[in-house]
């Protein structure tokens, strides 16, 4: 067993996201292992631990997914983690592969979503008791969400664009919708996105509202998707061919952080502690700053979350999100592009896929394979993703020196 | 007036002698809670005593909700409340949820609303916070 501290992906693919009728997650899941096999350039037999992801399924992913790809015994870890768990995936193989137990690791992420509705807004249908009878952490007599607060996720992250607006000013729904329109702008070279159409300031704020200020289109697109990488460690990869060297990215940073106590953390989460402490490690781990960064796919699961995590991420000075964003930095023509796949906006946000998806993207860009929307010349980037609860996972990738 | 009993929505309302809400304050290191707790999430100590949280406040950040599970009605406004450094979850209410009668920074106070009554006649009564 060869043992090195750093770690590389080998290889790494992303279905199509968007409506897949005729696919079920382990159809998906199973694509997304062979594409990332093939792009390694191995098989089944090289890899010594799956993590697998599946928030909405039947459970047990891993094991159906071995038994379309490979059932060759080796330990297969289901996790859940939310929004997060493509990147918890991702970080159980990079660990066991940095422990030295294995060599090469296996993370698939995949979800069925399409016509799921929004999320945190399905679900059955409450009705209050005959006589009242306290229930929960809160003793309530009834149902909370509507009467005290809101638990839908766009309203959740509506707030927590808001709150950075009281904070600090500036931010108001026209200022969140240029946000969606930069996504949906992005997406448009994007083939991979679940959609691909432009859409004008006007038509993101007069679509139908969701939870002010996000309106449907400044909401994360359901969809069907998945996404697999395998990573190896670096003493492995030299015995690998030149190519599969020149390919391989290296994972600078891998970092997972849980929400550390605030305040207010127990009305409205904080996704802000979590997301600025994964990122200062995550910079740290990999000997960057935000200055070096080509490009960033960060977590939009609506408008409203984007602009925190400008900030969080420290892509701009503390307060200046809105200043960031005005000043067109974050448009693939600008200083540090954010989420030139379409975002999860636009690109789509299969939940357990998403993890993996963003650093594909990054990955695209860092060996020059983006295709159309290639950020030119783009050796470094990060990949943020957040699940309430709440999970932070950060990602730095650079390009091989091979 | 009513002759109806009246229980509280959540355990954290106190209706008497006037409508306000109580946290369960860590003795140790000041940290609050509405719901109850093996110990501080933030200094792990395992001894709360419950103090009252002032009625009147801030919105620091608030949604008009017009899309949600099936069973709550829309639209309605939720948002964060500011009670004097204890930050507090609720409804703004006795106000049109639109954004030109609610905004960042806009005064509010606690106010009560009958939830319902149920088989045996008892009015369950939940807060929220309408503008002051
Ligand atoms: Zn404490």
Redesign the interface.
């Known amino acids: 067993m060869s043992r090195s501290d750093d770690i590389w992906i080998l290889g790494i693919h992303m279905t199509k996201f968007g409506k897949h009728p005729n696919l079920d997650v382990v159809d998906l899941g199973a694509e997304a292992i062979q594409g990332a096999l093939a792009d390694a350039g191995i098989t089944m037999a090289d890899i010594g631990v799956l993590a697998a992801g599946n928030l909405l399924g039947s459970g047990s992913i891993a094991q159906q997914l071995q038994k379309q790809v490979g059932q060759t015994g080796i330990p297969a870890y289901n996790v859940s983690n939310a929004c997060a768990t493509g990147a918890t995936a991702l970080r159980t193989a990079i660990m066991a592969v940095k422990a030295g137990e294995v060599d090469m690791g296996l993370a698939v992420g995949v979800e069925k979503l399409a016509g799921a509705g ?1 999320l ?13 009878e ?1 229930n929960g ?16 996720m ?3 992250f ?3 664009g ?2 950075y ?2 904070k600090y000013g500036g931010a108001d ?1 026209e200022l969140f919708a240029k946000i969606s329109e930069k996504n949906h702008a992005h997406s448009t070279l994007n083939p991979l996105a679940a959609y691909n159409k432009a859409m004008s300031l006007e038509q993101i704020m007069n679509d ?7 309106t449907r289109p400044m909401c994360s697109a359901n969809c069907d998707g998945a996404a697999a990488a395998v990573v190896i460690n670096g003493e492995k990869l030299k015995t690998l061919s030149l190519e599969q060297q020149r390919r391989a990215v290296k994972v600078s940073a891998s970092i997972l952080t849980s929400d550390p ?1 605030q ?2 953390c ?3 989460p904080d996704v802000n502690t979590l997301t600025r402490s994964a990122a200062h490690q995550a910079y740290e781990q990999a000997g960057v700053g935000p200055q070096d960064l080509n490009l960033v796919e960060l977590h939009d699961c609506f408008a409203t979350a984007e602009l925190v995590h400008y900030d969080n991420l420290m892509l701009c000075d503390e307060g200046g999100a809105v200043d960031f964003f005005e000043s067109g930095a974050a448009h693939r023509d600008g200083r540090l592009p954010v989420n030139v796949s379409g975002g999860l906006q636009s690109k789509g946000h299969p939940i357990s896929a998403t993890g993996i998806a963003n650093i594909w993207e990054v990955c695209q860009h860092v060996r020059g394979e983006a295709g159309d929307r290639q950020i030119e010349g783009a050796k470094v980037g990060l990949a943020h993703v957040i699940g309430l609860a709440s999970a932070c996972g950060v990602h730095i990738l650079e390009r091989s020196a091979a | 007036m009513s002759t109806a009993t009246q ?1 509280p ?4 309302l106190r209706l008497e002698p006037t409508p306000h809400l109580v946290a369960n304050e860590c003795t140790s290191c000041g ?1 609050r ?4 707790r093996n110990a501080c ?2 200094c792990f100590a395992t001894d709360f005593s419950p103090v009252d949280i002032p009625t009147e406040g801030v ?16 639209p ?1 406004v ?3 409340i500011d009670c004097g ?7 703004i209410i006795n106000c049109p949820p639109d ?1 030109e009668h609610v905004s ?2 806009m005064n509010v106070r606690l106010a009560t609303t009958v ?2 009554t ?3 006649g ?1 009015e ?1 009564v ?2 929220g916070f309408e503008p002051a």
């Not at chain 1, 952490?137 to 839908?152: K, L």
């Not at chain 1, 139908?208 to 996000?214: E, S």
């Not at chain 2, 450094?85 to 409804?91: E, H, I, L, W």
């Open positions: 929004l945190g807004a399905g679900g059955r249908a409450k009705a209050d008791n005959d006589e009242w306290r952490r809160f003793g309530a007599v009834g149902p909370v969400d509507g009467r005290i607060g809101t638990e839908s766009p309203g959740v509506a707030q927590i808001m709150e607006g009281h729904f139908v509202m969701i939870a002010y200020p996000n106590w305040e207010a127990q009305v409205l | 229980i929505f959540v355990e954290y940290a809670y509405f719901d109850r999430a933030a919105v620091r950040s608030f949604s008009i909700i017009t899309f949600a599970a099936p069973g709550v009605e829309v309605f939720a948002a964060v450094g204890t930050s507090v979850r609720a409804n954004p960042l920074g939830v319902g149920d088989s045996a008892v369950a939940n807060y």
